[in-house]
């Protein structure tokens, strides 16, 4: 069998805890329903313990963390603690430092170092309270995603799977989906929300789990979802594993897209595994190419790129930013307001090379990453002084010094993908 015996995806609304949203629970009795029956359904699987994996709590943006302590806690009526298997979490860290992926405990006193206290987040919670409405009392394991490349999020619920050992394990993926569906949703209205509620569900509905992880990283971004690397990992951990997927509600109010989803995994081995879809960006201007061959032969030789009497738009003087992406997250951005080098075409060169090697907040870009990196460079036009009633953001950079310091707003008219 699957080493996961139960599964599922769903969300996360606060307002569903009796004595949290009271006065807002008749909008969303389906999916109530709908988490109680997917509750019924974890209770007869029998598992010893549930791995919820969250978008929320203190999250980091290169690594997948899991909750330390022997209990965990959180705040929602009645008060409710955990007891945390800690024989899975440290066969799950074994495997994931083999594999070399960023997957780690944090305890209380790390957590007190960013400022973040040691309760369980709404993303574990929700899903906790009801199942002890239906009176399961099992061991919990809670892992906040981190902001990794799809590829790594699908490999670490693989992880999660293997390290199940001889217990019996459900995997809850927490997310909520779209957050613009009406325009007094919680973010502004995009009709690519609700696009991207259907795709979803109805790829959940026909077990077509490609057209999932293959949902490019700017159309997720539109919608503004939160539950898109929660759910990858949780197809990750089915991988290879035949069954079923049923969805038991979907309902988008207050602007949200709610799903409740259950999956009844079948042996493993019994379905192919999926190799994860990769696609290199298309770099469509000749300052993106310059700034990803610049990359390459730096990461190859050590060396700067020399561009010798460069064509135009290339060959005139300008600031620049370039700036880095894997997948939708930021990997580096580096960038200079007014001109320092001979040209544009060194602007570039140099600065895609510091984005890459010289961000201070991420470590250096590794050649196995610039297949995957999406590039795009911000060329700044000359500075002009002005007031502000001449202020436009549509059109318009800003640039605003305070105390010997500068900060940079980049006019969107000045990119180049």
């Given at each position: 069998?699957?080493?996961?015996?139960?599964?599922?995806?769903?969300?996360?609304?606060?307002?569903?805890?009796?004595?949290?949203?009271?006065?807002?629970?008749?909008?969303?009795?389906?999916?109530?329903?709908?988490?109680?029956?997917?509750?019924?359904?974890?209770?007869?699987?029998?598992?010893?313990?549930?791995?919820?994996?969250?978008?929320?709590?203190?999250?980091?943006?290169?690594?997948?963390?899991?909750?330390?302590?022997?209990?965990?806690?959180?705040?929602?009526?009645?008060?409710?603690?955990?007891?945390?298997?800690?024989?899975?979490?440290?066969?799950?860290?074994?495997?994931?430092?083999?594999?070399?992926?960023?997957?780690?405990?944090?305890?209380?006193?790390?957590?007190?170092?960013?400022?973040?206290?040691?309760?369980?987040?709404?993303?574990?919670?929700?899903?906790?309270?009801?199942?002890?409405?239906?009176?399961?009392?099992?061991?919990?394991?809670?892992?906040?995603?981190?902001?990794?490349?799809?590829?790594?999020?699908?490999?670490?619920?693989?992880?999660?799977?293997?390290?199940?050992?001889?217990?019996?394990?459900?995997?809850?993926?927490?997310?909520?989906?779209?957050?613009?569906?009406?325009?007094?949703?919680?973010?502004?209205?995009?009709?690519?929300?609700?696009?991207?509620?259907r795709i979803i569900?109805?790829?959940?509905?026909?077990?077509?789990?490609?057209?999932?992880?293959?949902?490019?990283?700017?159309?997720?971004?539109?919608?503004?979802?939160?539950?898109?690397?929660?759910?990858?990992?949780?197809?990750?951990?089915?991988?290879?594993?035949?069954?079923?997927?049923?969805?038991?509600?979907?309902?988008?109010?207050?602007?949200?897209?709610?799903?409740?989803?259950?999956?009844?995994?079948?042996?493993?081995?019994s379905k192919p595994?999926?190799?994860?879809?990769?696609?290199?960006?298309?770099?469509?201007?000749?300052?993106?190419?310059?700034?990803?061959?610049?990359?390459?032969?730096?990461?190859?030789?050590?060396?700067?790129?020399?561009?010798?009497?460069?064509?135009?738009?290339?060959?005139?003087?300008?600031?620049?930013?370039?700036?880095?992406?894997?997948?939708?997250?930021?990997?580096?951005?580096?960038?200079?307001?007014?001109?320092?080098?001979?040209?544009?075409?060194?602007?570039?060169?140099a600065n895609a090379?510091?984005?890459?090697?010289?961000?201070?907040?991420?470590?250096?870009?590794?050649?196995?990453?610039?297949?995957?990196?999406?590039?795009?460079?911000?060329?700044?036009?000359?500075?002009?002084?002005?007031?502000?009633?001449?202020?436009?953001?549509?059109?318009?950079?800003?640039?605003?010094?305070?105390?010997?310091?500068?900060?940079?707003?980049?006019?969107?008219?000045?990119?180049?993908?």
């Open positions: 069998m699957c080493p996961v015996v139960y599964a599922g995806f769903v969300p996360h609304p606060p307002l569903l805890i009796e004595g949290v949203g009271d006065e807002q629970k008749h909008s969303v009795v389906s999916t109530d329903r709908a988490y109680r029956q997917f509750s019924q359904g974890l209770l007869k699987a029998r598992p010893t313990t549930a791995v919820v994996v969250t978008p929320h709590g203190p999250v980091f943006s290169d690594a997948y963390t899991i909750a330390g302590g022997e209990t965990l806690e959180g705040d929602f009526t009645p008060f409710m603690t955990w007891y945390s298997d800690r024989d899975y979490i440290k066969r799950t860290e074994k495997i994931a430092a083999h594999r070399k992926l960023p997957l780690v405990t944090v305890t209380s006193r790390q957590l007190a170092n960013y400022r973040h206290g040691p309760g369980l987040d709404h993303g574990s919670m929700v899903p906790l309270w009801y199942f002890r409405q239906a009176g399961w009392q099992g061991k919990i394991v809670c892992i906040r995603i981190g902001g990794l490349p799809p590829a790594q999020c699908y490999e670490i619920g693989r992880v999660l799977a293997e390290a199940v050992g001889s217990e019996r394990v459900a995997l809850i993926a927490s997310g909520d989906l779209s957050h613009c569906l009406t325009k007094d949703a919680p973010s502004p209205f995009n009709p690519v929300g609700a696009e991207f509620d569900a109805s790829a959940l509905r026909e077990g077509d789990y490609e057209t999932i992880l293959s949902l490019p990283p700017d159309f997720r971004q539109r919608a503004a979802e939160c539950g898109w690397r929660p759910l990858v990992t949780l197809l990750g951990a089915l991988d290879g594993c035949a069954g079923e997927s049923e969805v038991l509600s979907y309902e988008g109010p207050f602007g949200v897209g709610y799903l409740v989803a259950a999956f009844r995994p079948g042996p493993k081995g595994s999926l190799s994860f879809p990769r696609s290199r960006p298309t770099d469509s201007s000749p300052q993106v190419k310059l700034a990803r061959e610049a990359l390459e032969y730096y990461l190859a030789t050590g060396n700067f790129l020399e561009v010798s009497a460069p064509e135009p738009p290339l060959a005139r003087k300008a600031g620049a930013f370039v700036s880095l992406k894997l997948d939708d997250q930021l990997r580096g951005c580096i960038g200079t307001i007014e001109p320092e080098q001979e040209n544009l075409a060194a602007e570039i060169v090379i510091a984005a890459a090697s010289q961000d201070p907040r991420f470590e250096p870009v590794s050649p196995q990453e610039l297949e995957q990196l999406t590039i795009s460079v911000d060329v700044l036009g000359e500075i002009v002084p002005t007031g502000f009633a001449a202020l436009d953001p549509s059109r318009l950079g800003l640039i605003a010094r305070w105390q010997g310091k500068r900060g940079l707003l980049l006019p969107p008219r000045c990119r180049y993908p």
